[in-house]
């Protein structure tokens, strides 16, 4: 299983970005989908997370700025930056936990990372 990031760039503040991640490979199903970032010095956060029925969960930092999507017939998950400001800069993983094998049990998988720069 791999999973593909792409639409990260340099956006001036205010600008707007959409991530796109898709997951490729054997595998049965999908569960949970997330994106997470690292900026330089920094630990990994949360960004984002959807379940496969939708719903969504945001920290403070984003909220109201960032939307996660997905298409479940795509194996894709989207994130969608609108109001970037220049601390949305970081590397962006997308993450998602992905049902395989026999017996089917869960997996996780991170994208290679996509990087997000907020700079006037």
């Known amino acids: 299983v791999q999973l593909q990031a792409s639409g990260g760039g340099l956006v001036q503040p205010g600008g707007s970005l959409r991530l796109s991640c898709a997951a490729s490979g054997s595998f049965f199903s999908i569960n949970a989908m997330a994106w997470y970032r690292q900026a330089p010095g920094k630990q990994r956060e949360l960004v984002a997370t959807i379940t496969s029925g939708g719903s969504t969960n945001y920290p403070d930092s984003v909220k109201g700025r960032f939307t996660i999507s997905r298409d479940n017939a795509e194996n894709t998950v989207y994130l969608q930056m609108n109001s970037l400001k220049p601390e949305d800069t970081a590397v962006y993983y997308c993450?998602?936990?992905?049902?395989?094998?026999?017996?089917?049990?869960?997996?996780?998988?991170w994208g290679q990372g996509t990087q997000v720069t907020v700079s006037s």
């Open positions: 993450n998602a936990v992905v049902v395989r094998g026999a017996p089917r049990l869960p997996y996780e998988y």
